[in-house]
């Protein structure tokens, strides 16, 4: 007993606590250390993988617009040869002319509607035969016109069935159909545009939220269960970009351009599992996801979105006086 009380007594004592802290702060350092090299090493140095050597071509989704064409325009740059994927056949065949000019690559495109059911895969099959695919860009997105509450959101069962069309379903069925050629080639890149609103949910996006959520955990379990076979999956969760999606037109730092944004994501690629893709991008990230309380980070959110809708509010009643 005596022993005991001794050495509970020698816990205590000022040279242990000395210690305790001079390892916690040790941890910190070196932890902070390493994220910041680690960080310095994605955004600044890049993988610097050649993305052709995983196959001639790369299908992008959503790719007429944002950053579904930022990627097909970059793929391109790269040396790929390009599969286009979106609703409007004028669109497609306008960037499609726009990469060839450009970049003097071959591409494809295939005019189909998201939204719609599963028979619209049987067609993106069929305009996918022969072709080897190194890359695919799982881009096409839909969110809320503006942050609503679930119950209020205006045709809301047709928003629940497009929203889980063009969010989820497309993301397993166009990975279910390249993935098969990918394994067996030993090589192939899959790269899921989630969305940093998959970080926390996003009360009044709450459903553009939790598809977005599903995208990220979708992509890395599949990246851990098929890198071994060769195969590389990422979730990108960008926080604002400049695009038709966000209805921000003009580019600043902390919301780049489409452009600006996938030129960086596409260095992480090989590097980084789930990236926020671009460094004030990441670095907002790291904050949300390692300094604020949960709690406060899903208030503000609310807040700040009740305000978006307020205003939203204000224009429509405006526009009908
Ligand atoms: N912009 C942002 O701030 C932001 C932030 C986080 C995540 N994201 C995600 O990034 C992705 C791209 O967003 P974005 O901002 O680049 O969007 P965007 O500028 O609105 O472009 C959307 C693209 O998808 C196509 N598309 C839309 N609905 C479609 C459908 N039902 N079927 C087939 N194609 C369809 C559009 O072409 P057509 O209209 O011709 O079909 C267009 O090419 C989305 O997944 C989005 O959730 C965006």
Not at 266 to 293: C, D, F, K, R
């Amino acid at each position: 007993m005596a022993v005991l009380e001794m050495r509970f007594e020698s816990l205590l004592c000022p040279r242990f606590f000395y210690w305790l802290g001079v390892t916690a702060l040790a941890w910190i350092v070196l932890r902070a250390t390493w994220r910041l090299l680690r960080g310095a090493q994605v955004f600044l140095i890049g993988s610097g993988l050649r993305l052709g050597e995983f196959g001639r071509w790369a299908v992008v989704t959503g790719a007429t617009d944002g950053i579904g064409k930022a990627y097909a325009k970059e793929l391109a740059k790269r040396g790929m040869d390009i599969v286009l994927i979106s609703r409007s056949q004028e669109k497609l065949d306008q960037v499609a002319e726009e990469i060839r000019e450009q970049f003097k690559v071959e591409t494809k495109t295939i005019a189909v509607d998201f939204g719609g059911g599963a028979e619209i895969y049987k067609v993106i099959e069929a305009g996918l035969a022969g072709v080897e695919i190194g890359v695919l860009v799982n881009n096409v997105g839909m969110s809320y016109s503006y942050p609503e509450y679930f119950l209020d959101v205006a045709d809301l069962d047709d928003v629940i069935d497009k929203m889980i069309n063009i969010n989820v379903m497309s993301v397993c069925k166009m990975t279910r159909m390249v993935l098969p050629a990918m394994v067996k080639r030993s090589k192939g890149i899959i790269l899921n545009v989630s969305s940093a609103s998959a970080l926390f949910p996003a009360p009044l996006l709450t459903l553009y939220s939790a598809t977005k959520s599903f995208v990220d955990f979708f992509s890395q379990g599949l990246h851990i269960e098929y890198q071994s076979k060769g195969i590389i999956v990422q979730s990108v969760l960008p926080f604002f970009v400049a695009t038709k999606l966000s209805k921000i037109r003009k580019a600043t730092l902390d919301i780049p351009s489409p452009e600006t944004y996938v030129k960086a994501a596409l260095n992480t690629v090989g590097l980084q599992m789930q990236t926020n893709g671009y460094l004030p991008h990441a670095i907002m990230g790291w904050i949300m996801t390692s300094l604020l309380p949960v709690s406060m980070i899903m208030n503000q959110t609310k807040k700040v979105n009740q305000g978006v809708r307020a205003r939203y509010m204000k224009k429509l009643k405006e526009k009908g006086d």
